[in-house]
């Protein structure tokens, strides 16, 4: 099964308190999603490989040690990923970044994929799959297979905010994906949203209803 990673450092927990008010603006939203991601990055990355190498500081000839793993890649599911990319992208500015677009069939409910480009060396790459909330679990369900039909291999899934059942539902589908999340909130109401939450992520991130 898939280990669930709740990141509950108390500078994380309290920018996420700020995010929840229903009085914050989608300035400071957006602002906190990309605080908390970059935040979060410092720990999803925590298992990176290293290599050693020779450098030359001001003094002298020194051993260091720099990433020596595999390439990263982001894959924001749209549109409310896209507010996780740049906090992330401030600690690792060289990851590739692809795009999942997807729409929920109004007659199956299924995940339909309307968008997705990916790094063309995308089995070589360590990756992370952003999606600030995990509901249901459908769509990041539906975005990981896509990603593995595609090659993809090494996959992490990042989100502010889960439901215990959109947690069962990847480690159910994808029990080889790590979940890493801010807060594991109590339940989904009976129109899927997750409460206490924050609302609709890309509304409030845009300024859209």
């Known amino acids: ?47 990176l490989s290293l290599r050693d190498v020779e450098i030359t500081t001001p ?6 040690r720099m990433l020596g793993g595999k390439k990263l890649g982001l894959i924001p599911i749209l549109r409310a990923g896209l507010g996780m990319v740049d ?3 401030k600690l690792i500015p060289n990851a590739r970044i692809g795009h999942i677009g997807l729409y929920r069939d109004p ?12 790094p063309p060396d ?22 990981i297979t896509f990603i593995k039909c595609r090659g993809g291999k090494n996959i992490k899934l990042v989100c502010l905010i889960a439901a215990p059942e959109g947690v069962q539902r990847i480690q159910q589908d994808h029990p080889d994906v790590e979940i890493y999340i801010a ?13 206490p939450g924050l609302g609709d992520a890309g509304d409030r991130l845009f300024g859209t209803q």
């Open 1 to 47: 099964m898939a280990a669930l990673h709740v990141l509950d450092h108390p500078l994380i927990q309290h920018k996420l308190s700020i995010m929840r008010s229903v009085e914050t603006s989608s300035k400071d939203f957006r602002e906190l999603l990309e605080e908390i991601s970059m935040l979060m990055a410092y720990e999803v990355t925590r298992n």
């Open 107 to 118: 007659v199956t409910l299924n995940p339909v994929e309307y968008y997705c480009k990916l």
């Open 87 to 89: 906090g992330i992208m």
């Open 59 to 64: 003094l002298c000839n020194a051993k260091a």
């Open 183 to 195: 807060a594991l909130d109590e339940c989904l109401n009976h129109n899927g949203y997750i409460v």
């Open 122 to 143: 995308v089995r070589e790459r360590d990756l992370f799959v952003l999606d600030p909330m995990l509901a249901t679990g459908g769509s990041s369900s539906a975005a």
